[in-house]
């Protein structure tokens, strides 16, 4: 067995009922609930618009919301409708929120990462990608450097050969295929039937056309799951041999995605169930080449992801691990979420408003937050926890100009915890997570969090384990 997967099964059963409560997943901080809406819009057109900014690269996320059917377990901002014309009045709206943007100087940066999530991007015709991509060529300066990274995410069952074909040929380099499961019996229970076959199929032809990265999602605590179940799923996914993986723990939420109440709670796996399906991932993927470099995210360890991670080019944001090649990222469309500098903010959440903000050439921002000093400290110690799975209180600080023993005196108390359960370990220069600790990343970050106590009743995080 690999080292990088050597604590034992014990020792995380031992800690998760200590460690398991609710917690955000930290792809911000602040985090997307603490957003204002009495945010003034105009202070990030001005942020934008600084000539400071216009040098710098850039990272361009668009968001599609459309999926033609509803996957039982999603939690995702998306809209299901088969309504003919949805995807090309969406695609109109995305045209006005882009001219309106042309004033403030983005025009002029280059855009060296672009992802499309959604929904499913690919519920757009192959006409209305093509169109979409113009769309952004218009308004944004895109590149066709080998080390720029242009993502999609796919669902299987949505794409033809000739599809991935137009893809490649639109610039897109990575692609990330949502693969959740591949038993059947898990699939008809969360309403995504998706033979290995049409996967393994679609894979050969991904490579077929020289994308540079292909990533799987996977997801476990799924109803019907169990380890006897999942290691067939992990063995198919293993042949198939992606580059990169996601693993991501379900939460069960019924009160707030109401498509979850279709999901019979009692065929869902116990929490004990679900820590040794962790496990068994972990030493899996372990086993078979792959690095654990954070937050659900495995990657083969020549991959880039891991060669950043090494050398300190890490970074997390709202489209989940990527180099750093841009810190800034502007979001585009209905619920997309942008950070410019030390400004965050959020298009309107409900796709009727953005439609309508957009047809009346109005701003779509529909909330937002200017952060400050110590949101940023916080942020950059969060981060480095996120991505180079060790920080330094006192490095980090002394950037801002405080003394870590004073101004994060609790917060050094509290890191003990962690230290004692063997989570971290204190080096001459600040803390390591531990192989075990980074199944705890998340009530490691709630340290640092001081927005923590005060998230709105209304918003319900997942499990941290």
């Not at 996601?246 to 169930?273: E, G, K, M, V, W």
């Amino acid at each position: 067995m690999s080292q990088d997967a050597s604590y034992l099964q014990a020792d995380i059963e031992r800690l998760a009922p200590k460690y398991q409560r609710p917690g955000p997943r930290y792809t911000s901080y602040p985090t997307a609930p603490h957003l204002s809406e009495a945010f003034g819009t105009n202070q990030f057109e001005a942020r934008c618009a600084q000539a400071d900014q216009r040098d710098r690269p850039l990272s361009l996320y668009v968001h599609v919301p459309f999926c033609r059917s509803i996957c039982y377990y999603c939690a995702c901002n998306k809209v299901v409708t088969r309504t003919p014309g949805a995807g090309q009045e969406y695609l109109n709206a995305l045209d006005k929120e882009l001219t309106r943007y042309r004033d403030w100087g983005l025009n002029q940066r280059l855009v060296t990462q672009l992802h499309w999530g959604g929904g499913t991007p690919t519920y757009l015709s192959d006409a209305e990608l093509t169109q979409l991509m113009h769309l952004i060529a218009r308004n944004y300066q895109l590149t066709d450097a080998p080390d720029r990274e242009y993502s999609i995410e796919i669902d299987p069952r949505t794409v033809s050969k000739q599809t991935i074909a137009l893809l490649r040929g639109l610039g897109f380099n990575r692609l990330s295929l949502g693969i959740q499961d591949f038993d059947p019996l898990v699939q008809k229970a969360i309403n995504r039937v998706q033979p290995y076959e049409m996967v393994a199929d679609l894979t050969h032809c991904i490579r077929e056309h020289g994308f540079k990265s292909l990533s799987f999602d996977l997801i476990y605590g799924l109803p019907h799951q169990s380890a006897q179940s999942f290691s067939k799923t992990l063995a198919k996914v293993i042949r198939l041999g992606p580059d990169r993986i996601a693993c991501y723990n379900y939460a069960h939420l019924p009160n707030r995605f109401t498509s979850q109440r279709a999901i019979d709670r009692l065929t869902l796996p116990s929490a004990t169930q679900r820590l040794r399906l962790q496990r068994l991932i972990d030493t899996t993927l372990a086993d078979s080449g792959y690095v654990l470099i954070g937050l659900d995210h495995y990657v083969k360890t020549t991959d880039e992801l891991s060669v950043a991670q090494r050398e300190g080019r890490l970074q997390r944001n709202f489209q989940g691990y990527s180099l750093k090649s841009a810190e800034d990222m502007m979001g585009i469309g209905h619920s997309a979420i942008s950070q410019i500098g030390d400004m965050i903010v959020q298009n309107a959440r409900n796709l009727d408003d953005y439609l309508a903000k957009t047809e009346a050439n109005e701003s779509p921002i529909s909330r937002g937050l200017k952060l400050t000093q110590d949101d940023l400290l916080r942020r950059d110690i969060i981060m480095d926890i996120c991505c180079k799975l060790e920080f330094s209180l006192s490095e980090i600080c002394q950037r801002y100009g405080y003394q870590a023993q004073s101004y994060l005196k609790k917060e050094i108390e509290d890191l003990q915890e962690f230290v004692a359960d063997g989570l971290i370990n204190e080096t001459g220069s600040g803390y390591r997570l531990t192989t075990l600790g980074r199944h705890f990343l998340r009530n490691l970050c709630m340290v640092f969090d001081a927005w923590l106590e005060q998230t709105p009743v209304d918003i319900k995080y997942s499990k941290t384990v």
